[in-house]
């Protein structure tokens, strides 16, 4: 029995209640499970008697009191519990919690999937970096937590696309035109210009295909080293995210919203909706009434367009799109722009909840115990090419999920290089090597595990807690899309990894010697099966591989 049959079958109890004339309430659509702390307590606990209180009229104990016997007549339901003012403790009976295992075999790569974003439309923006250089530290952790987000909202049914937000226009492409230009001349880079050998190494290949271009007037110059410098450098970040396994579906060009006059015609419409006001020449946006810690100028004195100009042309053009949600993945040093958002939002009459924004922290290597404090060919940024090199794609993107994205991470270098169990990586993704090991050397012995097996034999306590493991999949999943965590995938598969190990060591799989197997042998090769693929489920969802050799 999954968590949505034992739900499913609550509701039941509840109807029969109902019809019996004990309670007066509706069935409701939701009922809330989870798993127990402690295996003592049962296979799963649910809160429903506390959640129909207020309807019923009842205390949360008679309710649960009018359930539990009702519970306890369903087949597969072992007994039940009260417990505190009202929660339900259930305890499956052996062949209901084992079912579970051939119900994961069934289901294959879909297991765990749900339908709690069917049909919802979802813009989701990240890394976004600047084309003026690599995509650095910061840059790799929305890349690997962005792309795995994509996931996990998928799994869930969402409508994902993912999106990457092309920042060509502005002061900082005119310092990096300006940077490859001095360099392609000989000449120190600009004060505020760009550093790091590849500056030097981009002003190279645009000389070598323009053999001209550093003596050209410096208008013209510096135009031809703008275009060519951005593609050449955005050319080099899409082959990095490639190789760190993070693709997008667009790549949103932000200077065509200012080519195309979507800029204008937003401000605008900001205008007519009475949430820009003029002071002092400008044009001002009362971001205020959203949480910013002052109104943001929109026009400036000048007449020109200020930066949150173009957000609003963008938040706009994501809504015509059709995206009913707009999730954006922005640095520490971006928290402004929540309220800023929100109000850009409510700006066009919007729903502020439309707009979504993550803030991610810092992340600092540490090897030796100290710092790393630079990058190469970056000059003093750390970039995700240093990081693959260091400890390579897997390590890297794992290591950046594993921590909620609201925290500061220090990534040890040698513990993620490190081919043990202190290793988180090495740790889950050897758990799915030893078991594709396992079942390689059943069928070298010519053990089949059928087509049927017997739930009720798997009762050890270990199989129970690996079963129980196998269970609580779906939920993590769905939480993790529900918070926008994809960290709580990565923890669940070190305690799934946990729970195999304990089974693998207690429980004998395969016969010793020239002994047969019995029916043990073949429901134990089933929930190995079970365990493999829920391994290999969680390590895609994150985009990490799950190698059966290591």
């Not at 009459?349 to 030796?368: A, R, S, T, Y």
């Not at 089949?448 to 999943?477: C, H, K, M, R, S």
């Amino acid at each position: 029995m999954n968590p949505d049959q034992l739900a499913s079958a609550i509701r039941d109890a509840l109807a029969a209640a109902i019809a019996a004339g004990e309670l007066n309430i509706a069935v409701p659509d939701e009922v809330p499970l989870e798993r127990p702390r402690s295996r003592e307590h049962g296979d799963y606990a649910t809160s429903i008697a506390l959640k129909l209180v207020k309807e019923s009229g009842l205390k949360p104990r008679q309710i649960a009191e009018i359930l539990a016997p009702r519970l306890e007549a369903i087949a597969g339901i072992a007994a039940v519990e009260i417990a505190g003012p009202g929660f339900l403790n259930i305890r499956l009976d052996t062949a209901a919690a084992g079912a579970l295992v051939g119900q994961v075999i069934a289901a294959g790569a879909e297991y765990g999937n749900g339908t709690s974003l069917a049909g919802v439309k979802i813009n989701l923006e990240f890394v976004s970096a600047n084309p003026t250089g690599p995509v650095h530290i910061g840059g790799a952790r929305w890349a690997a937590v962005g792309d795995a987000l994509g996931r996990i909202l998928s799994a869930q049914g969402g409508e994902v696309t993912r999106e990457y937000y092309f920042n060509d226009h502005g002061a900082q492409i005119d310092r990096f035109a300006r940077s490859l230009l001095a360099a392609a001349r000989g000449e120190e880079a600009p004060e505020d210009g760009y550093g790091g050998e590849y500056i030097g190494e981009i002003a190279g290949r645009i000389v070598a295909a323009n053999p001209d271009a550093a003596s050209l007037p410096d208008a013209e110059a510096t135009e031809l080293f703008r275009s060519q410098g951005v593609e050449l450098m955005f050319t080099e970040i899409r082959a990095t995210l490639h190789e760190f396994r993070t693709d997008f579906d667009v790549y949103f060009h932000e200077n065509s919203l200012h080519e195309s006059g979507a800029v204008d015609k937003a401000v605008a419409r900001v205008k007519e909706s009475g949430h820009l006001f003029e002071k002092d020449g400008a044009w001002w946006l009362r971001s205020t009434d959203y949480g910013d810690d002052k109104d943001r100028v929109v026009i400036k004195s000048d007449g020109n367009p200020a930066y949150i100009a173009g957000d609003l042309a963008y938040f706009l053009d994501k809504r015509l799109r059709g995206f009913d949600l707009c999730i954006y993945m922005l640095g520490a040093d971006h928290h402004g722009y929540i309220s800023r958002l929100k109000a850009a939002a409510a700006a066009f009459g919007d729903d502020p909840d439309v707009v979504e924004v993550l803030i991610g922290q810092l992340v600092n290597l540490v090897k030796d115990g100290v710092p790393v404090r630079m990058g190469k060919r970056a000059g003093n940024v750390i970039s995700l090419d240093d990081l693959i090199e260091a400890i390579g794609v897997d390590a890297a993107r794992y290591a950046l999920i594993r921590y909620s994205v609201d925290t500061s991470v220090d990534l040890d270098l040698d513990l993620w290089t490190k081919a043990g169990n202190d290793n988180p990586v090495y740790y889950v993704q050897y758990a799915h090597a030893r078991l594709c090991r396992m079942l390689a050397n059943a069928a070298d012995l010519g053990i089949d595990a059928g087509e049927d097996y017997d739930p009720a034999l798997l009762d050890t306590p270990q199989e129970n807690a690996l079963i129980a493991l196998l269970a609580a999949y779906p939920g993590v999943l769905r939480t993790a899309a529900d918070l926008r965590e994809p960290h709580r995938v990565a923890r669940f598969l070190e305690d799934l990894a946990a729970g195999l190990h304990k089974f693998y060591d207690a429980v004998r799989v395969l016969p010793m010697g020239d002994a047969a197997p019995t029916a043990a042998t073949a429901s134990r090769l089933w929930l190995s099966r079970a365990a493999r693929q829920v391994l290999a489920n969680g390590l895609g969802v994150l985009g990490v591989s799950a190698p059966e050799r290591m």
